[in-house]
């Protein structure tokens, strides 16, 4: 086994023989482990009380064993990869370092943004998958570390679906995004069980969420819809777990540990709207950087959908209590206080989110 340790996160692109992807088989002497290390004090708890609550919290782990899909049958890979942009999404369609390229030079642009966009969510589900393990050993209460544990395995599909979709597919990968990165690593070594869970299964996953109805929503590629589909469904139960648990213990921390968490949830939220913007093509295909983005933030695209994703996020940190007063004005000045009315996850469609896997729209 060969495990290279590096202190600086891995920055660049990687290509993949697409052709015949799916036949490779590796050996142990062509892998090569990167590694970073990340450190956390993590504070894990035994539980002796093995009372079964009957509880929502039961009732999605429940739903978690019985709407377990797999990747590999579920799927039909088959199909064929588009790299295409609707051109009523595309910002770029005027900038002269892409107006200028032919239709192969912009198919090659169209298919970095795309590789960049799935990185982040598989890079985003590595994520996952390391706090809801941590989630395990830390959550109190019985219901939750099963719920955590089968939330874990999820996560362990979700990064084998996209990673599979990348490989075989898309044929490249991005590098995690630094603002990303940084929240990750925020949520990772805190040593607070609960700032993981809000940042994890609120910010993330609400997030995630919106970002992948958005591109399921936009998406040519029927297998990139069919994916995100089941993933959605997850990510779903995911969520309303987050509301629920946490929604009942926000009321038990006292006026200074509120605040600190909502003071956090609001940092997270800031650092999660940066995300959005795929510097690293920019910088790949030697683009202005600061120009480029410029041209992003004002395209079809973000302004149709950036807010749009804070609508999961700003009602679910109402209902468990933590937009304070102290952090509204801050939410205020992001323009997404807005969205604090909408409907949250608490009360989850039950009748939408049992159906069966294939029979869901
Ligand atoms: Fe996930
Ligand atoms: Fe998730």
Redesign the pocket.
Known sequence: MDIKTVSKTPDEVIHYPQADADDIELGPADVEHVVEIFNTPLTGSYNWDYSIQDDRIRKLYELGKKLNWNAEVDINWDLPMFHHLAPDLNAFLDYEPYARLDEDGQREVNQHLNAWTLSQFLH??QG??LVASQLASCAPTYNAKLYAAS?TF??AR??EAFNKLIQTRVGLSYPVDPSLKSLLDKILTDPRWDLKFIGMQLVI?GF?LSAFTTMKSIAEDSIVGELLHY?IR??AR?VTFGVNYLEAYVQTLSEEDKEARAMFAYEACVVARERLIPTGVFQHFGWDVAQAREIYLRGPLVNKFRDLLFTRIMPNLRRIGLLTDAVRPKFEELGILEYEHLPDDYDIDWAEISKPLHDAA
């Open positions: 985003g589900e996952a998958l939330q999820d996560e979700h990064v996953e995630a993933i997850d990510e995911h």
